[in-house]
């Protein structure tokens, strides 16, 4: 249950993000306000990045491309994904 809470948090961070034009590469922002164990495993999976004091995070390449993968398995059923 726990790996299905963190991949949901994952969709729901890419799901609710935004790009900005200052960030590298395929980088985007999201707002955390999710549990911060969670976030720390994903930071730790080099999935997530940003700073303890900041109350957002930057979603990786590696973090987007997961979060594709996820809308595969979570919302396949759901149409205008």
Not at 10 to 17: G, N, V
Not at 28 to 47: A, V
Request: charged residues 35%.
């Amino acid at each position: 249950m726990e790996e299905k809470i963190k991949e949901l948090t994952l969709l729901l961070l890419y799901l609710t993000s935004w790009k900005e034009n200052d960030l590298p590469g395929e980088m985007r922002r999201s707002w955390k306000g999710y549990p911060f164990d969670i976030l720390n495993e994903l930071t730790d999976e080099e999935l997530l990045r940003g700073s303890t004091r900041s109350k957002s995070v930057y979603l990786t390449e590696d973090g987007i491309k997961k979060a594709e993968e996820l809308m595969g398995k979570y919302l396949a059923d759901i149409e205008n994904v």
